[in-house]
């Protein structure tokens, strides 16, 4: 089956812009999660939906990182006036349920380039 | 709050020699671990991983790794790897209740890299 999906796979902006980065995740899958990966560092967790809603967004690092899922399936991390610090890759995980025991399968990312 | 630390960020090993990859974790609640691998240009996949039980888990391509409570480990081993097994490797631990039990905290990943 299909597993999760995420695009654009590369975008490249101007420091000061708007960008969204979008994630399909795997059918059925009602969990969903937000990780932000730096060049040669693990990834770092942004934000978690359970359904439509955030469970947590401990993880987003300031106000111009927001992220929505309005039907509990798609989501869109959206980040406004991009800064250099931002290049990162944007990766996407979904996982059957919420318990802590299931496994979240991630999708390939997308690299942020803010140049 | 969790943390983890993996002691090697390169690891170079010769085709069918063995191979640890260390993995430490520093947790104030009980914790689920887990490896993850990372092929050259491909996404991250889970590769074993430990939630209760017996403390030595095995993957399906020879990988086995064993949570040590005491020293809060969980090294990954391999006895023979291949050229194939050239990656990099995350060990992450997710707390098993409490506020934060959506969140994955990874290490900083080891490239394994087998040599012919």
């Known amino acids: 089956g299909a597993g999760v999906s995420q695009t654009p796979s590369n975008k490249v902006t101007e420091k000061g812009k708007y960008v969204e980065l979008r994630c399909d995740p795997i059918s059925g899958h009602t969990a969903l999660y937000w990780y932000r990966q730096s060049l040669g560092q693990g990834p770092e967790f942004l934000i978690y939906f359970q359904g439509t809603g955030a469970a947590d967004d401990s993880g987003l690092p300031n106000d111009r990182f927001f992220a929505v899922r309005p039907e509990g399936s798609v989501s869109t991390l959206k980040i406004q006036r991009t800064e250099r610090g931002d290049s990162a890759v944007y990766l996407c995980?979904?996982?059957?349920?919420?318990?802590?025991?299931?496994?979240?399968?991630f999708g390939p990312g997308t690299r942020l380039l803010v140049l | 709050a969790q943390s983890v630390t993996q002691l090697d960020s390169q690891v170079p090993v010769f085709e069918e020699a063995p191979v640890e990859l260390r993995c430490n974790y520093s947790?104030?609640?009980?914790?689920?671990l887990f490896w993850y691998v990372q092929y050259p240009n491909q996404g991250l996949q889970l590769l074993l991983k430990?939630?209760?039980?017996?403390?030595l888990v095995e993957s399906i391509n020879g990988f086995e790794a064993e949570f040590n409570k005491s020293q809060t480990s969980f090294h990954l081993r391999k006895p023979s790897v291949h050229i194939s097994d050239t990656a990099e490797y995350f060990c992450?631990?997710?707390?098993?209740?409490?506020?934060?039990?959506?969140?994955?905290?990874f290490g900083q990943g080891t490239i394994l890299t087998v040599h012919p």
């Open positions: 992450a631990v997710r707390p098993a209740g409490g506020t934060s039990y959506g969140k994955l905290t």
């Open positions: 947790s104030s609640v009980s914790v689920y």
């Open positions: 430990y939630l209760s039980g017996s403390t």
């Open positions: 995980a979904s996982s059957l349920g919420e318990s802590p025991k299931e496994t979240q399968y």
